[in-house]
Every structure is written in structure tokens, then in C-alpha cells.
């Protein structure tokens, strides 16, 4: 079983920057790890992720505006988001990827507001 645990989020300035951090733990053989989010009233979307060999997966909305780091000895995945937006506003939920297994995190609200 993997035991996820996010840091990060609350509330954010429109044009401010957000860093969110995910650790795993239960596993040595961990394939991806990144970010979705789910705003009110929405599906949960891809926002960045990231495997084991440094591939990215990046939502277009948020290209240009984010970077992922992964430290694969400590299982922590690192995401920044800068110029933040009011629709940036949602849950952020950390998935982990076991092959052939999902595991998210519990997910951190994120609120761009001034």
C-alpha cells in the first residue's frame, strides 16, 4: 500500500506563485508521480506529471507556467506554479503510479483570490 502526504496550497494572489510537494512512501518501484486538480462542479483534470525516466505530461492550460521535479531516491515529487490565475482555483490531488496501480493523495485546496 502507498501512503501519499501533500504539502502546499491555501490562498494565493492572482500572479503569485504556488509550490506544492508530494512524498510516497510503501514502494520502491514507483512509475509516476504528478498533479491533477478538480475544481468545483468539474472533472479532475492533468495539470503536470512526471516518470521515473523524467518524462512530462503537461495540461495546456498551464504549460509555460509550471515545472515538476522528482527526486526518485526520496520518492517527492515538487510542483511551481507561477503567474497564478482565479481558474487555477481547485483541489490539487498528488497521484502515484505502481504499475499497474493509481494512489492519490487526499488533495490540498488551492484558492487564487486577492
Known amino acids: 500500500q502507498v501512503h501519499i502526504v501533500e504539502s502546499g496550497g491555501g490562498l494565493v494572489q492572482p500572479g503569485g506563485t504556488l509550490r506544492l510537494s508530494c512524498k510516497a512512501s510503501?514502494?520502491?518501484?514507483?512509475?509516476?508521480m504528478g498533479w491533477y486538480r478538480q475544481a468545483p462542479g468539474k472533472q479532475r483534470e492533468l495539470v503536470q506529471t512526471i516518470t521515473v525516466a523524467g518524462m512530462t505530461s503537461t495540461a495546456d492550460s498551464v504549460k509555460g507556467r509550471v515545472t515538476i521535479s522528482r527526486d526518485n531516491a526520496k520518492n517527492t515529487v515538487t510542483l511551481e506554479m507561477n503567474n497564478l490565475k482565479p481558474e487555477d482555483t481547485a483541489v490539487y490531488y498528488c497521484?502515484?503510479?505502481?504499475?499497474?496501480?493509481?494512489?492519490w493523495g487526499q488533495g490540498t485546496q488551492v484558492t487564487v483570490s486577492s
Open positions: 510503501g514502494s520502491s518501484n514507483i512509475y509516476l
Open positions: 497521484k502515484v503510479v505502481v504499475t499497474p496501480y493509481d494512489y
